[in-house]
């Protein structure tokens, strides 16, 4: 019989050790996407004292998938000291990420404690500390992270809360720590707000009733809610996004099943990826049934609505939006393998598990061979991109306004204006969008494809009315002499 300070020992161990691979194969640079320039440039803002919504990104509303106005205040407030320490240097963002990332293994290991035998919690904590895929995510500044934290860290206290007796006697220390973490779930992603109809889901099934806990809690939150609206901002752009369409689930159902199998990429063959995917998906889905006969709790319930929710928003993320319910879904194929009808035995459960696990390391070893452990070479980093920022910086007037691809990371490198133009087929439409804002310069680069198959023929049609300013291997910049009439 293994002692709880032998496995607090074991488990500080694997964490320890996961934290000093992702420190040490940490890697220079970031790719293109831009989020991260949304939250350093909302970081800047905090640090400089001036208003949060100020980033000089300019939303463009037909194209809104590409992110709102402004960002919630969570992450960004995380990335303000190190902002102001250490400038644009991201190499400490990342590591800040990284130790996130380590908190959030030891919550998962106090939350399934008490679910799991302690040696399919070590295993499903490896399972996760070492996946290529979270490693490959710690590359990228991004809001993800946090939130996987501060969402976990709701779920510990609200299954903290409801144990037996602690409801009574801690009831309002316990909501109040659970409304503050709520909120700061939903102030890092908004999609955290589902912990309240969760709660409230959880009450009725639980209490028949809401209970004191679930009101005080709620009643946290929202006053965090109205202060940040108060103080730092109200967005309404993500329901630009919004709009549920039936061919839209069924293209999201589509995808993100497909995505899912991302997480065991072997590095090497996808049908094997693919069927190992279904398997183990058949295994998690099986758990949640089990679970769901057994007993529901927030577990159960959040993620259902989770899923409902990305599979009407209109804008796929792919393997991204599942990362919140991916510790769930592991958790509930350890849970499925144990109660799968077509093994009832004991041994056979055992070998079962042991082969699955044995291919999903086999899988990580694969797909860690062939993976680039050296700089970024797309992104902010290479060489004709900061050749780019520096022509703008050196040669751009302050109040110009750009047209990028990648307008949130142009404007944190730059100080300029800029926005995003939309595949408007109607040129008419995007020449209008551009007097609307007062454009001064397009840029059209090759990295992106947008570009290379809407941009460039625009611009070749109405050359007479641009005049090339500036060229590199990767990037044309385009003044606009004289807009043709409407």
């Known amino acids: 019989m293994v002692s709880d300070k032998v496995k607090n020992l074991i488990i500080i161990t694997i ?9 040490s194969t940490m ?5 293109w996407g831009d989020d991260f320039s949304a939250y350093i440039n909302h970081a800047k803002n905090i640090t400089k004292g001036i208003d949060y919504k100020t980033t000089r990104y300019i939303y463009n509303p037909f194209y809104p998938s590409l992110g709102p106005r402004v ?18 240097d991201l190499t400490p963002m990342k590591i800040e990420n990284a130790l996130i990332f380590l908190l959030f293994l030891l919550v998962l290991y106090l939350i399934f404690k008490k679910e799991l035998s302690f040696l399919s919690l070590a295993i499903m904590l490896v399972i996760i500390g070492f996946s290529p895929f979270f490693w490959n995510f710690k590359d990228n500044i991004k809001s993800d992270v946090p939130f996987l934290f501060f969402l976990y860290s709701s779920f510990l206290i609200i299954i903290r809360a409801y144990e037996t007796d602690k409801l009574r006697m801690f009831s309002i220390i316990y909501s109040i720590l659970a409304g503050f973490l709520v909120y700061l779930a939903y102030g890092t992603r908004n999609i955290g707000f589902l912990l309240i109809p969760s ?3 959880y009450d009725i099934i639980k209490f028949k009733k809401v209970s004191l806990f679930f009101i005080i809690t709620t009643l946290i939150f929202f006053i965090f809610i109205i202060l940040q609206s108060v103080f730092l901002y109200t967005d309404i752009s993500y329901r630009d996004q919004f709009a549920v369409e039936f061919k839209i689930i ?32 058949i295994f998690s889905f099986i758990g949640y049934i089990a679970r769901i006969k057994r007993r529901i709790t927030i577990f159960e319930i959040f993620p259902a609505l989770y899923l409902i929710s990305v599979l009407i928003w209109p804008a796929n993320q792919g393997a991204r939006f599942l990362i919140p319910i991916i510790p769930l879904y592991i958790f509930y194929a350890f849970i499925g393998i144990e109660n799968s009808f ?17 291919i999903i390391f086999i899988s990580y070893i694969g797909r860690y061979t062939t993976l680039d452990y050296g700089y970024i070479r797309e992104g902010i980093g290479k060489k004709e991109t900061k050749e780019l920022f520096d022509y703008i910086r050196k040669n751009t007037q302050k109040n110009d306004i750009f047209i990028f691809q990648k307008p949130r990371a142009l404007a944190l490198y730059t100080d300029r204006n800029a926005s995003v133009y939309h595949c408007a087929w109607d040129y008419k439409e ?18 992106f494809e947008d570009d290379r198959k809407f941009l460039r023929p625009f611009v070749e049609k109405y050359r007479n009315n641009f005049e090339e300013t500036y060229s590199n291997p990767d990037f044309k910049v385009y003044k606009i002499k004289n807009p043709p009439p409407l």
Do not use: C
């Open 430 to 447: 995007l020449w209008k969008y551009f007097k609307e804002i007062h454009v001064s310069y397009i840029i059209a680069g090759e990295p």
């Open 342 to 358: 077509f093994i009832n035995q004991k041994g056979a459960q055992k070998l079962i598990f042991t082969i699955t696990m044995a």
């Open 250 to 281: 069924l293209r999201n159902l589509f995808l993100y099943a497909r995505a899912l199998s991302n997480i065991w990429d072997n590095g090497y063959s996808k049908i094997f990826e693919g069927i190992f995917s279904i398997i183990f998906s």
């Open 15 to 23: 964490i320890t050790v996961v934290g000093v691979f992702y420190l």
């Open 71 to 88: 960002y919630p205040p969570v992450f960004p407030f995380l990335l303000a000291p190190l902002y102001k320490y250490y400038g644009l």
């Open 27 to 31: 890697r220079e640079g970031h790719d």
């Open 199 to 201: 709660l409230f889901i």
